[in-house]
């Protein structure tokens, strides 16, 4: 399943749902208990249950979802699939404890008179306000990706809103407009894309912050390791073979130099955190598409993980986390398209894959996490030696920090920086590939959303021979 994002937090939710992290939080503490009731949108249709709009809005609000009810083909007086709601809700009632609750539809409803319906939510909301009666209710009206997609095929389509509306708001219930949500269909040009699930979770989730603030999360931005980077070099040696040269930044000094000799002279070399957190060797193969990562810090890698994705081009994206329980999720940059993607690994066994777009082609994909702000994607642009930090939220990329440090042709990168580092936010930092010499910015970079703060005092020192490609990664 591939899925489109527009935001940073749409592109690491993948990795929410999937039961893991990145480094910096980016989701709100979790606030409220919300119960869900809808058709075959709640369903997934057009993506899996396990990606349905609901849970991008619980994500997003830090809302836990207590219980999903979906029922393809209802509505409040059609019956489709254990509908109608109010019946579906008589049988098998709302658990009395729940915050919040979340009642989407009406489609397909559309073939029956107005007041019957708006009769029908009255009965619906009255039932659900007796089941749940510590919830606030949000009603979401019926969905056209439009403008006028629907409205054009099904002239009845807006015909119950009004009337909804009204039976809504006289209940005391929330009203969100759903003809103004705008969303990816699918090939049946009914139900949405697995992009459009996830435009649709953020839309509503988006109207409810803006009508009830107090009701949602709020994000911490704290990182949840402070351990310093790991920085290292990557050069191919006799007959071919490939030697990465690693140490620790702890404390503030370059720490013993381990040698390790892994992947092939065409392989593209970066660090990863292996199973138990530790940076260690990994290459990308771009003749195949395959990224080799090691699992310990030895000659070979020890027990290797091949993992295909991307294609020829493609390069790995430096400081990615490891993400996820079900196993490594992969992160690759591509240049020619100025675009990020993440192979997410699923518990069903068919990894989803994100997309975003942001920065120049020709740019290097880097992963910042910085305390107060979160996780966010970076790109650092070697023809003038910038790096460009987008926006953590889930509004936009933009607006971006810009930050000039080093000369062009310098390699770039980020990291917790021992020299520096007290709270686990990274640090940029550059190789000079002309003198094998490094510069690691002690100060730090906050997402100001425009020219970024200067670097006013940097550590530098030489590591590595001249030609030498640079490495630096975060521990788990």
């Not at 435009?199 to 949840?224: F, K, L, M, N, S």
């Not at 120049?360 to 070697?382: E, K, W």
């Not at 100060?443 to 959303?449: A, F, N, R, V, Y």
Request: hydrophobic residues 40%; aromatic residues 8%.
């Amino acid at each position: 399943m591939t899925v489109g994002a527009k935001t940073i937090a749409a592109f690491f939710a993948l990795i929410a749902l999937a039961g893991g992290h990145v480094r910096g939080d980016i989701t709100p503490q979790p606030v409220a208990s919300v119960a869900v009731i809808g058709d075959s949108y709640a369903a997934g249709f057009g993506a899996k249950a396990s990606h349905a709009w609901q849970h991008y809005t619980a994500l997003e609000l830090g809302w836990t979802l207590a219980t999903v009810r979906s029922h393809p083909g209802a509505g409040y007086v059609n019956p489709g699939v254990g509908g109608p709601y109010e019946a579906a809700l008589a049988a098998q009632p709302l658990p009395s404890w729940v915050t919040q609750v979340v009642v989407q539809g009406g489609f397909n409803d559309i073939a029956h008179q107005p007041v019957d319906v708006a009769a029908a939510v009255s009965r619906t909301l009255a039932l659900i306000r007796t089941q749940a009666p510590l919830a606030t209710i949000t009603v979401i009206g019926t969905f056209d990706p439009g403008p006028g997609v629907f409205a054009a095929e099904y002239p009845n389509l807006r015909g119950n809103q009004p009337l909804v509306r009204q039976a809504v708001e006289a209940a005391g219930a929330r009203y969100v407009d759903g003809s103004q949500i705008r969303y990816e269909l699918s090939a049946d040009r009914v139900h949405p894309t697995p992009t459009g699930q996830l435009e649709i979770g953020y839309a509503i989730a988006a109207a409810i912050r803006q009508a009830a603030p107090d009701e949602v999360g709020r994000t911490t931005g704290r990182v949840d390791s402070s351990a310093a980077a790991v920085i290292g070099v990557s050069r191919v040696g006799l007959y071919g073979a490939r030697y990465f040269y690693l140490a620790s930044t702890q404390g503030g000094r370059i720490g013993r130099v381990t040698e390790v000799a892994f992947g092939d002279a065409a392989d593209v070399p970066t660090l990863m955190p292996n199973a138990a957190g530790d940076c260690v060797p990994a290459v990308y193969r771009p003749s195949t598409g395959t990224l080799y990562a090691a699992s310990t810090a030895v000659d070979g890698g020890g027990q290797v993980e091949a993992i295909p994705f991307g294609n020829p081009g493609d390069q790995l994206v430096q400081n990615a986390p490891r993400a996820t329980p079900a196993g490594r999720t992969v992160f690759i940059h591509r240049p020619s398209q100025a675009t990020f993607f993440e192979r997410v690994p699923s518990a069903d066994g068919a990894p989803d894959v994100g997309a975003l777009v942001f920065g120049d082609r020709g740019d290097r994909g880097l992963v910042f996490s910085a305390a107060g702000h979160g996780t966010t994607l970076a790109v650092h642009r070697p023809t003038n030696s910038t790096f460009y930090l987008a926006d953590p939220g889930s509004s936009s990329v933009a607006p971006v920090t810009s930050v000039p440090f080093g000369d062009p042709g310098d390699q770039g990168l980020v990291g917790a920086w021992g020299w520096s580092d007290t709270d686990g936010s990274d640090r940029l930092g550059v190789f000079r590939p002309a003198t094998a010499q490094w510069f690691l910015a002690n100060t730090p970079t906050p997402l100001t959303g425009g020219p970024g703060l200067p670097i006013t005092s940097v550590t530098t020192f030489h590591f590595g021979n001249p030609g030498d490609t640079a490495l630096a990664c975060d521990p788990a």
